[in-house]
């Protein structure tokens, strides 16, 4: 017997002992970028609300509008929907007014919070689920 069909059992092995450890590395590459693809939208959602706060305008439409643009034709990671939602329901949008009003010169704060649910079960295991993704995004009051 030589060398060569000796080896020919032993590749097979380790292959199998390799294969469960690189799909799961690969699975966790798709769920990370899901979660940040998600991350990105929030915070552009929480962006358009912040611009259409500081120019006058409907903020949640505004973030609806931005949520529903920019993601949801890929999987329903994120839904806009009212400030009542829970926060594993979809996303959440609210801002902060101060009490003197919305002055000239003034911040004003949207946030916005959404979720992602994993498709592979042994990440979320790991992470939990559903990954809550939250933004915030301040500008100074133009109108």
């Known amino acids: 017997m030589n060398a060569k069909q000796k080896d020919s059992g032993q590749t097979l092995v380790e292959f199998a ?9 690969l699975f966790g590459i798709v769920e990370f970028g899901r979660i940040f693809h998600a991350k990105l939208v929030v915070t552009s959602a929480a962006r358009e609300g912040a611009r259409k706060a500081v120019v006058g305008g409907d903020i949640q439409g505004a973030v609806e ?65 559903p990954v809550l993704v939250c933004s915030k995004a301040v500008m100074m009051i133009e109108r």
């Open 17 to 25: 002992l390799v294969l469960p450890l690189l799909l799961l590395l």
């Open 65 to 129: 509008n931005a949520v529903d643009s920019l993601s949801v034709s890929v999987s329903n990671d994120i839904s806009a929907k009212d400030t009542e939602t829970a926060p594993a329901e979809g996303a959440v949008v609210w801002w902060k007014e101060e009490s003197e009003g919305n002055q000239v010169g003034k911040p004003a704060e949207i946030y916005v919070k959404g979720r992602v649910d994993l498709f592979i079960p042994l990440i979320s295991n790991f992470i939990g689920t």
